[in-house]
């Protein structure tokens, strides 16, 4: 394997995206309250988004990058459900 | 064109870093919006023209330009959602984590 300055640097930038989730995710399981954890949860979906379009650029395919759109839809469905479902107090009735 | 994508990149990664540090170092619900607003504006806005810059073709270039706004649309109202139902669920606006409430 050449160790080329293309390598390198996409390395350096997926590996520090993956050190910010593994780090939110410790947030998560040593925090308080069930928005704190919501918030973190947004900044993980973010972070994956940046990481498929980043992959989806170094291969050259399109398909990821529809993914990626996709994946940012479901995580704001799952933002605004979960925060409808905290105000009516964890019952699910709106 | 891929030396300034590259530099892009860089200026990216260094807001999500800030980002990242602040989510430790505030202890409050209503400062830490700040973590989200930095990553979930600047940080994807600048890492996702990076990208463009990185490969210029047409089809990737319209589907980045879409995930963009897409990601101007949306972050704010999840934050805003959220944060509302902080408030609305009576969480005190001046509560410190570390202590009891």
Redesign the interface.
């Known amino acids: 394997m050449i160790w080329t300055a293309e390598i390198i ?1 996409y390395g350096t ?1 997926m590996g ?2 993956m050190l ?1 989730m593994i ?2 995710f410790l ?1 998560i399981l040593w ?3 069930v ?2 954890r ?3 949860l ?2 993980i979906s ?2 994956i ?2 990481l498929l ?2 992959y989806a ?1 170094i291969t ?1 395919s ?1 398909l990821l ?2 993914i ?2 996709t994946y ?2 479901i ?2 469905l799952t ?2 459900l979960f ?2 479902f ?2 009516a107090g964890g019952k699910g009735k709106e | 064109m891929i030396i300034i994508g ?1 530099i892009f ?1 860089s200026i990216a ?1 260094i807001f ?2 800030f ?2 540090i602040s ?2 170092v505030f202890k409050n ?1 209503y400062m ?2 700040i ?2 607003t930095i ?2 504006t600047v ?2 806005f600048l ?2 023209i990076g ?1 463009m810059l ?2 210029w073709d047409g ?2 270039i319209f ?2 330009i ?2 963009i706004g ?2 101007f649309l ?2 704010p ?3 805003h ?6 408030y ?2 009576k ?1 005190p606006l001046d509560h410190d ?1 570390r202590k009891s409430v």
Request: proline share 0%; aromatic share 12%; no cysteine.
């Open positions: 640097f930038v520090l995206l910010a780090a939110f947030k925090t308080r309250y928005w704190n919501l918030l973190l947004n900044l973010t972070k988004l940046l379009a980043l650029i050259a399109e990058l529809d990626a759109l940012g839809i995580s704001f933002m605004t925060s409808k905290v105000i | 590259w990149l990664m999500i870093l980002g990242v989510i430790f619900l830490r919006i973590a989200s990553i979930d940080g994807s890492f996702l990208l990185l490969l089809a990737f589907r980045i879409l995930l897409f990601i949306t972050s109202i999840s934050t959602v959220n944060i509302r139902s902080a609305l669920s969480l984590q």
